[in-house]
């Protein structure tokens, strides 16, 4: 089956099909077509160009498809989500408000115990209904790649359970979707004082029972203060790896962790958050195949620091962006909000940020040979916008729905 798109007023996120990643300067540079069509051949892209060319091509029978002048980009990739929870936690919104921090919400046993404790009560079905819908209002705001987390689970039982509905999701949705096991999210409530033990039950029980199942990608740690220590994030990591999954990690978010270090050495492919890294930590990510990822939503909602997007990418490094969609920090899964906080408040420019949520966070989820940008031979996964003036309209227009259609896998959905 073959589709066309035609009269795209602009096709853009185009790179080189062997780009893998864009680092320092090269985040403020893509090519795009003025006046365009494209064309897509099953599942994936099979060439594009300009209109006034169009008429001299054979192109066969096929289904059409008029952008109206509209822009076509290739779908937000979301490295970076905890969509599977049991509910939301708008109480502790109304903490904040009050003046309690993220930390203290959890030392008070809110937060991720929070979660915790309602999810062990929930049926896997529950669990699969409430996130379906999530990820239809995900695919609403033009995602099409998307990595989801456990760590709501803290116990054995509880954390397959998780990731049973993340394999459910992708047998299920046209979303492009990675797993990723977070047992270390938290110290389950039944290990508190104890986390040495709570560390072993991960590596000898949590990551065999994982792999034998096959239900992560990846694995991932909360490396930070309060939470998991360098040291016993390595071991878990070590651990994963050798279970077939390759490391990510939560560091820096509430302090300088010495989760960068470890992440790094383990060739983690993915460092997120790092609100609160140092320049000593971001020095280490210059030539590291990590990707650092970047979640401003959670320094909106939490009214913490961002992280230094500015100075990284002055600094040679490459960035990605993610939404961090979780029901206490960042309730919120909107990559276009997501890459406007970008521009506002870490003084990127429209170009990189939309760099940074489409190839470079196709990178951070091991996706980049496939998707994040237009090149013939990828999957056509394509957000197909309202006419807009410019791409520095998306940032601009913070609020503004500009989704008119979304192609995934090749297949149109309005």
């Known amino acids: 089956m073959k589709t066309l798109i035609q009269h795209i007023g602009m096709l853009a996120g185009i790179h080189p099909i062997e780009t ?12 795009v077509v003025d006046d365009a069509w494209l064309l897509i051949d099953g599942d994936r892209i099979a060439s594009f160009g300009k209109m006034k060319d169009l008429d001299a091509l054979s192109l066969g029978e096929e289904a059409t498809i008029d952008a109206e002048g509209g822009v076509v980009l290739p779908c937000w990739c979301d490295p970076h989500t ?26 008070r046993g809110g937060g991720i115990l929070n979660s915790a404790d309602r999810l062990h009560s929930m049926s896997e079905e529950e669990l699969f209904t409430l996130s379906m819908l999530r990820l239809e209002e995900l695919e609403a705001t033009g995602t099409g790649c998307v990595e989801i987390k456990s760590g709501y689970g803290l116990n054995t039982a509880d954390e397959l359970k998780m990731l049973r509905v993340v394999k459910r999701l992708k ?20 290990y508190v004082g104890r986390q040495g033990e709570y560390v072993d039950l991960v590596i000898d029980e949590m990551i065999p029972a994982v792999a034998k199942e096959g239900l992560a990608d990846y694995i991932d740690v909360f490396c930070d203060e309060g939470f998991f220590t360098p ?15 390759r490391p990510k990690i939560h560091a820096c978010e509430l302090a300088s962790s010495g989760g960068v270090r470890v992440g790094v050495e383990h060739q983690a492919l993915s460092i997120d958050h790092l609100e609160n890294a140092s320049d000593e930590d971001l020095s280490l990510l210059v030539g ?39 029901p206490g920090s960042t309730p919120s899964s909107d990559m276009k ?67 008119n259609m979304m192609v995934l896998e090749g297949k149109v959905r309005k």
Request: include cysteine; charge should be positive.
């Open 20 to 31: 893998r990643r864009l680092q320092g300067s090269e985040m403020g540079e893509m090519d």
């Open 82 to 107: 905890h969509l599977v929870y049991p509910g939301s936690r708008e109480g502790e919104f109304v903490d904040k408000i009050r003046g309690l921090s993220y930390a203290e919400i959890a030392r």
């Open 171 to 190: 047998e299920s949705s046209p979303l492009r979707i990675v797993s990723t096991f977070l047992g270390a999210h938290a110290v389950g409530r039944a």
């Open 231 to 245: 040291e016993e994030t390595a071991r878990i990591l070590k651990a994963g790896a050798l279970h077939g999954m």
């Open 288 to 326: 590291a195949t990590t990707m650092p990822t970047l979640l401003p939503g959670t320094s909106f909602f939490l009214n913490m620091p961002y992280a230094k997007g500015r100075h990284m990418v002055d600094s040679g490094l490459g960035i990605a962006l993610a939404s961090d969609c979780n």
């Open 337 to 403: 909000f997501v890459v406007s906080l970008a521009c506002i408040k870490m003084r990127l420019t429209p170009m990189e940020a939309i760099n940074a949520a489409t190839l470079n966070a196709a990178y951070a989820m091991g996706l980049e040979k496939e998707y994040g940008s237009i090149a013939v031979g990828k999957k056509a996964n394509l957000q197909v916008l309202k006419p807009i003036p410019s791409l520095d309209y998306i940032p601009y227009a913070y609020t503004r729905r500009l989704v």
